[in-house]
């Protein structure tokens, strides 16, 4: 059984920086399976933020272009988040998941951690 374990949330001032991780455990087919992050404010739909699959291709939301990175450290079937440049509409909890395909995620298939909370107020 797959877990998946996030951290590095907090609160940071419009400005900051944070980096997420996201630990997996539990399973070797962890190894094969994409991972990403999604983000989820109050009383909206959870978005992806960003996502990289096992060779390193990675996707970004538009909103994250150019300020967050994800990369992904197969040896350890941790993926991280480096989130810069971090405004107030960033504050929302992040998860992580993992699939083996984006269809999976929709279709109830994925695995997913249980949130961390990033604020982003001064």
């Known amino acids: 059984q797959v877990q998946l374990v996030e951290s590095g949330g907090g609160l940071v001032q419009p400005g900051g920086s944070l980096r997420l991780a996201c630990a997996g455990s539990?399973?070797?087919?962890?190894?094969?399976?994409?991972m990403g992050w999604y983000r989820q404010a109050p009383g909206k739909q959870r978005e992806l933020v960003a996502s990289?699959?096992?060779?390193?291709?990675?996707q970004y939301a538009d909103y994250a272009k150019g300020r967050f990175t994800i990369s992904r450290d197969n040896t350890k079937n941790t993926v991280y988040l480096q989130m810069n440049s971090l405004k107030p509409d960033d504050t929302a909890a992040y998860y992580c998941t993992a699939y083996l395909l984006v269809s999976d995620i929709a279709r109830g298939r994925a695995y997913w951690g249980q949130g961390t909370q990033v604020t982003v107020s001064s």
């Open positions: 990289i699959a096992v060779p390193g291709n990675t």
């Open positions: 539990g399973s070797s087919i962890l190894r094969s399976l994409a």
